[in-house]
């Protein structure tokens, strides 16, 4: 997972920066990025990243070796998007999370519980509380990737469950920002019975530290 982010936030950096000269205004050329100042709708798009703690929630309830199990591990994510005016916006989000684990007695052992890749469609309600810090609330899906690992073997199911979340976003400079979000990315989702036991549900959340790069 890390290298895999690793080179996507290299690949970021070296198709963003060589343009970035060239797209340093906003698209209808009011030279103004950080806010609409004729207030026509333009639309600003960006790239950048976000890093952070991730938490993974799991728990069945079968009538035996029932499991609860709550990770904080690392996770990461690449996001594209674009704000719309100043109220507005969409976002698109690739990321993954690391693995956490916790120990059972037999016939579970250790559990080991990852999201192997995730995909985020978020739309995106922001308010400019100054010229230079940026208030906002998410709502959209997310397709996860939740793989689960004991000494039975491994499962894995992809699904997609609703997101929703809050940050803030401090303009450093016209065209850098960085901030500071929580996400619910999962709540409660159902995963496959046959799989991962009866009644299994799964949660995912994240506090992300973000940066991005405004075109």
């Given at each position: ?12 950096t ?111 309600v ?30 894995s ?59």
């Amino acid at each position: 997972m890390k290298k895999h982010l690793l080179a996507a936030m290299a690949a970021l950096t070296l198709v963003a920066f060589p343009v970035a000269g060239a797209m340093a205004q906003d698209m209808d050329n009011d030279n103004d990025i950080r806010v609409d100042t004729d207030n026509d709708f333009d639309i600003r798009p960006y790239a950048g990243v976000g890093l952070g703690a991730f938490g993974l929630e799991f728990k069945n309830s079968p009538t035996t070796n029932a499991v609860s199990q709550k990770n904080t591990v690392f996770g990461g994510y690449v996001k594209l998007g674009a704000d719309i005016g100043d109220y507005l916006g969409a976002e698109l989000r690739f990321g993954a999370t690391g693995s956490g684990s916790k120990t059972y007695p037999a016939p579970i052992g250790s559990l080991k519980q990852q999201a192997s890749n995730f995909i985020s469609y978020l739309a995106k309600v922001q308010f400019p509380a100054t010229p230079d810090l940026r208030l906002y609330a998410l709502v959209g899906g997310t397709t996860a990737k939740f793989k689960g690992t004991d000494s039975a073997g491994s499962q894995s199911q992809t699904k997609t469950g609703l997101s929703y979340g809050l940050g803030g976003e401090y303009a450093l400079q016209d065209t850098l920002s960085v901030g500071l979000e929580w996400v619910q990315y999962w709540n409660n989702v159902k995963l496959d019975n046959n799989k991962f036991g009866t009644g299994a549900k799964a949660k995912i959340w994240g506090i992300s530290l973000t940066g991005a790069y405004h075109f």
